[in-house]
């Protein structure tokens, strides 16, 4: 990248596109999350919304045998994605492609499960799992994670970050009771371990960010967008009784 080019977006695709996950998460969640599921080996159609580079398509493509379509709004990581496809041999059923989670160009009822790893929270989790409903088949799974209280205190400087972040956090049984209105019985939710946000993400993306450090030396712009993000490491560390990532999963009725 130009260094005079340096933006926010570049930035933020720079310091994900070479890690497996560009948010928390890790195979054994992904793995965990897809066994609340009935016979997932079966499925023939599958979403997985914003997904990035594709880190947990290729685990849900180790478990289903049908075909996974991924949707992610970065041209960059759907390239990547790709290319991972290809590099795994799954290409065949395994395809990325460029759009946003708020306009799905699907026919409705196409789907057996909707994933969505970390992201659902750029739309709001009630638009998000009310309008990707249409697209389910009836009996279809739902299995989606993002940030949520866990405790019953709400510190403010966790609900500013996640404010100005775009999101807004929500309580698990708040989530959950939101799911049902929607059109979905209940199925398990839990929260993610420690380790998928420091062994699966923040560890990884540390290390990017050393370099991107040395490669941007003396540019403002990069240095304050690096101790912002490490600023999010040091929140999730002081806080993290306080709120995580949580797995929802439900089945459209
Ligand atoms: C926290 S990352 C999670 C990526 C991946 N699911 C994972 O867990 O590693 C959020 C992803 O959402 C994508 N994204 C953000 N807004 C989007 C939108 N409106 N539509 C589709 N993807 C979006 C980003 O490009 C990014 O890949």
Same mark, same amino acid.
């Given at each position: &990248?130009?260094?005079?080019?340096?933006?926010?977006?570049? =930035?933020?695709?720079?310091?994900?596109?070479?890690?497996?996950?560009?948010?928390?998460?890790?195979?054994?969640?992904?793995?965990?999350?897809?066994?609340?599921?009935?016979?997932?080996?079966?499925?023939?159609?599958?979403?997985?919304?914003?997904?990035?580079?594709?880190?947990?398509?290729?685990?849900?493509?180790?478990?289903?045998?049908?075909?996974?379509?991924?949707?992610?709004?970065?041209?960059? +990581?759907?390239?990547?994605?790709?290319?991972?496809?290809?590099? =795994?041999?799954?290409?065949?059923?395994?395809?990325?492609?460029?759009? @946003? &989670?708020?306009? !799905?160009? +699907?026919?409705?009822?196409? +789907?057996? =499960?909707?994933?969505?790893?970390?992201?659902? %929270?750029?739309? *709001? +989790?009630?638009?998000?799992?009310?309008?990707?409903?249409?697209? !389910? #088949?009836?009996?279809?799974?739902?299995?989606?994670?993002?940030?949520?209280?866990?405790? %019953?205190?709400?510190?403010?400087?966790?609900?500013?970050?996640?404010?100005?972040?775009?999101?807004?956090?929500?309580?698990?049984?708040?989530?959950?009771?939101?799911?049902?209105?929607?059109?979905? @019985?209940?199925?398990?939710?839990?929260? !993610?371990?420690?380790? %998928?946000?420091?062994?699966?993400?923040?560890?990884?993306?540390?290390?990017?960010?050393?370099?991107?450090? #040395?490669?941007?030396?003396?540019?403002?712009?990069?240095?304050?967008?690096?101790?912002? @993000?490490?600023?999010?490491?040091? =929140?999730?560390?002081?806080?993290?009784?306080?709120?995580?990532?949580?797995?929802?999963? *439900?089945?459209?009725?």
């Amino acid at each position: &990248m130009d260094y005079k080019q340096v933006t926010e977006m570049g =930035l933020l695709i720079e310091t994900h596109i070479e890690l497996e996950r560009q948010g928390p998460g890790s195979l054994e969640t992904t793995v965990k999350a897809l066994n609340f599921l009935d016979n997932p080996s079966k499925f023939s159609r599958v979403a997985d919304i914003a997904c990035g580079t594709g880190g947990q398509t290729m685990v849900l493509a180790r478990n289903i045998a049908g075909n996974i379509i991924g949707i992610d709004i970065s041209p960059d +990581f759907i390239e990547v994605f790709n290319n991972n496809a290809k590099k =795994l041999n799954l290409h065949e059923r395994v395809k990325g492609i460029v759009g @946003s &989670m708020d306009v !799905l160009s +699907f026919e409705k009822e196409e +789907f057996d =499960l909707i994933w969505s790893e970390g992201a659902i %929270d750029n739309i *709001g +989790f009630e638009k998000g799992i009310s309008y990707w409903r249409d697209f !389910l #088949k009836r009996a279809g799974y739902i299995a989606v994670s993002c940030p949520s209280w866990i405790a %019953d205190e709400y510190p403010d400087e966790v609900d500013k970050f996640w404010v100005d972040a775009g999101s807004s956090l929500d309580t698990v049984g708040h989530n959950v009771k939101i799911m049902q209105k929607a059109g979905y @019985s209940f199925i398990a939710a839990f929260t !993610l371990p420690e380790k %998928d946000w420091f062994d699966g993400y923040f560890i990884p993306r540390t290390e990017t960010e050393k370099a991107i450090l #040395k490669k941007y030396a003396g540019n403002k712009m990069v240095e304050d967008y690096i101790a912002s @993000s490490r600023q999010e490491v040091d =929140l999730y560390s002081n806080y993290k009784q306080h709120y995580g990532y949580v797995f929802y999963i *439900g089945k459209k009725i």
